[in-house]
């Protein structure tokens, strides 16, 4: 199971200005934090609760359904390319950087067991959309687009654009090119899929884009590209029982909401850092950002009061990153709680072999890059702490689908009782509609002439 | 040249609550701005000051010594393999990734006119780096190194372990297929270089990491890579031009280093979000978040007084991040000072074609991509600006040579002002040094069995 130690962020190793008495404040929020999670249990099956990313892990039938596609598609094409941007492309980013071999696009399709390599398109940015397309050879890529709505401008353009070239290339067999992930019932992409007869799968009711990772949204990808989606299951399963324990110094994913809300709502630690000291897990931050900036960032409270809410999540990577923001974090204003992630077991180990004895650097010989990751995480976690720089590390024995299923899994409760305990909306994202709104308008939809015209007359003062 | 629009800053748009008096600003700060710029330009020579990199652009000597080895090499190597962290990849990567065609590695050497593919190693995570390894044919590998001291533990474990493996390979040429860019007299691997007979290049004297990118450090690999280090070059020469000018009311980096200043200082404005609306400027986010970080976070200010100086950078990327922090940045905390980068022509024009015209995306046919994400762009800035959140928007004509040397080169002028605006010392990196020592501790370097039995408690307890 994953470990968390949470001392650092104690006053009686940071000191009172920056630190919290946790023992105190686990009695005092015990209580409240026992609620909540009886709460987040009770909730997950009522529709509109927005809670049914919670059963995900048990949808035995979702992860037939994809096993029995992606055994169907097996070697059949050499590049799978998702369209989805945000909550539907960044779980599936994070999961299969971190589960793939790393650089895996390059390795030989043996070197690969004849699995895809994998593409995500994720802007809408005219150079490198045409240089990807016209990199791809269509005929042996699956286009996997990904939006439950089908309101997603982005995507939607992206996927008319390439049907179109498909259907040039293939003729009318391009449809076995395409798998649609959508809405069950509704929305354009549904409709498109119904009448184009695409394979399609379903993101689920009440799973909101930042929560679907584990929906076939995620589950897909990962199947697509050989990950064992029984074993993240068994992740995620492993983890949810771990986190039905009420007591709050049995729940890791309680304890770290907990300890966030505090930093920031009582020590000014307005800034959430994510930093795994492991390359495969960079995306994890990316995915983490979407998380906790879409669901703690938010203007209301429950009761409608204005709040502002919302730590800003920063992704930096270990141990590059030293050499980029930790001047910052350790002299910088003492503003950031900084999480980091901690890889127990590489699966490779890797020695400095013993040459230049006569220079500076001799002593590095016989140690291993292992060793060197691991006094890079541990040296940088003293100084911070030496600086009273709140600090959480947060450990998984080994980079596996299971572990991964339950550190997501872990971030994902942990968002869900932060936005109890700020007594927000974590599962809205009313924020960026009006922005969605005035796309809508600029690109001429019809229904949005006056939200135009406005526009327009901004644009031309702003 | 580079446009720059600061009227979303201002009280008048955005209210006096989170705007600034821009006018009155420029007024009152004018004299103060006027002497930083001119100090900036008479001290630029003085041994010292960390102002060397201002003369970078004109350094036609480096500029002939890069391009007249990459000659000599072109059509040698399929690949190019950077070994630099921090300030000796950052901008590497920046550049390249702008100026490249998206995809590059993915392209046939004809494609990529028989230069060569570019990999950047600047961490040491074993998994990836053991997957990369076994990927490159090293004997079509150049290996350019780069430290300035030698002493960067990281880069010299993987130099270390890249040598002996390119040794085993290619017996004694192995060394053609190294290439080293370090100090010109002194560190340690001035010294291997020279005892092991590499071609070497040179990062000049009283040049930070994070100013380096237009020393041989990025010079380098860009021209390895077939950028035209003349035009970039001319981007900078023409920009330093505009910046030379002492009026702020003319001198766009002195503007935005005000507005950071006073947004930090005087509105709450304590993070600083990146904003390119394009992929290929995705990674001058990341290079900007060394330089705002590492030059501007500092716990002491000139006169030794404690500050805790420093705004937290943020990478984000238009249009994808919308679907990411969007929410956070339109509803949160009004915390942010955002700064979009717009590109007014792209390389490619991508038609979405006029299709599915039955359905309620029907509207996007006909139009172009480039428009749509334009759309994004414009709607993210009105809807911000709508909520009283403060942007600026840079904007560049086009992402080539000279506008890329144009805009970084803008940043960094902008980073040394901001500097004295806050008076701090914008060219060290204190805060970084005891981690370095510690690292040192753990991997077992003579000279620090001290700070090893202090660290070894410390992580026992923490």
Redesign the interface.
């Known amino acids: 199971m994953i470990k968390f130690d949470c001392?650092?962020a104690d006053k009686a190793?940071i000191g009172d200005e920056n630190g919290l008495d946790l023992a105190a404040e686990f009695d005092i929020w015990g209580e409240k934090v026992r609620n909540i999670i009886v709460d987040l249990n009770k909730s997950k099956d009522i529709p509109g609760s927005g809670l049914q990313w919670m059963n995900l892990g048990y949808s035995q039938e979702t992860a037939w359904y994809v096993k029995e596609y992606a055994a169907l598609v097996k070697n059949r094409f050499e590049n799978l390319l998702i369209l989805g941007?945000?909550?539907s492309a960044?779980g599936g980013m994070a999961v299969c950087h971190a589960l793939l071999?790393?650089?895996w696009?390059?390795?030989s399709k043996e070197e690969r067991n004849g699995y895809p390599r994998i593409f995500f398109l994720?802007?809408?940015?005219?150079?490198?959309?045409?240089?990807?397309l016209s990199?791809l050879d269509l005929k042996k890529t699956l286009v996997n687009v990904i939006t439950k709505s089908?309101?997603t401008?982005?995507i939607?353009?992206?996927y008319?654009?390439i049907?179109?070239m498909l259907e040039k290339e293939l003729g009318d067999d391009y449809r076995k090119n395409i798998v649609a992930t959508t809405d069950m019932r509704s929305g354009?992409l549904r409709?498109?899929s119904e009448q184009e007869g695409y394979k399609t799968f379903v993101v689920p009711d009440d799973v909101g884009?930042r929560y679907s990772v584990f929906s076939a949204v995620g589950l897909l990808p990962f199947a697509l590209t050989g990950i064992d989606i029984d074993e993240v299951s068994n992740g995620i399963k492993d983890m949810d029982l771990a986190l039905k324990n009420t007591d709050i110094r049995q729940n890791i994913a309680a304890q770290n909401a907990l300890i966030h809300h505090l930093l920031d709502t009582k020590k000014g630690k307005?800034?959430s850092v994510m930093m795994p000291y492991?390359?495969?897990l960079k995306y994890i931050s990316?995915w983490y950002?979407?998380l906790w900036?879409?669901s703690?960032?938010?203007?209301y409270n429950l009761e409608g009061n204005i709040v502002?809410?919302?730590q800003?999540?920063?992704?930096a990577?270990g141990?590059?990153d030293?050499?980029?923001?930790?001047?910052?974090?350790?002299?910088?204003?003492?503003?950031?709680i900084i999480n980091f992630i901690r890889v127990k077991e590489?699966?490779?180990?890797?020695?400095?072999?013993k040459?230049?004895e006569y220079?500076?650097?001799g002593?590095?010989?016989g140690?291993?890059?292992?060793?060197?990751?691991?006094?890079?995480a541990?040296?940088?976690?003293?100084?911070l702490?030496?600086?009273k720089r709140p600090n959480v590390t947060i450990t998984i024995d080994k980079?596996d689908a299971y572990n991964i299923g339950q550190l997501l899994y872990m971030f994902e409760v942990q968002t869900a009782i932060s936005a109890s305990l700020y007594n927000i909306n974590g599962f809205n994202?009313?924020?960026?509609e009006?922005?969605?709104n005035?796309?809508?308008a600029?690109?001429?939809?019809?229904g949005y002439e006056d939200s135009a015209q406005n526009?327009h007359s901004?644009?031309s003062?702003?």
């Open positions: 001392r650092n190793v941007i945000g909550g960044l071999r790393p650089y696009n390059y390795l994720d802007n809408v940015d005219p150079d490198s959309t045409v240089s990807l990199h089908g309101d401008t982005e939607m353009a992206q008319m654009i049907k179109n354009i409709q498109i884009g307005h800034i492991s390359s495969r990316d950002t979407q900036a879409e703690l960032g938010k203007q502002f809410n919302g800003t999540p920063l992704k990577l141990a590059t030293q050499h980029s923001v930790l001047q910052l974090f350790n002299e910088g204003p003492n503003d950031k590489f699966d490779n180990t890797l020695e400095i072999p040459i230049f220079t500076g650097i002593y590095l010989g140690k291993s890059i292992n060793q060197l990751i691991d006094a890079e541990d040296s940088t976690k003293v100084t702490t030496d600086n980079i994202q009313p924020g960026v009006q922005s969605k005035y796309v809508y600029l690109m001429g939809r019809a526009l901004k644009l003062l702003v």
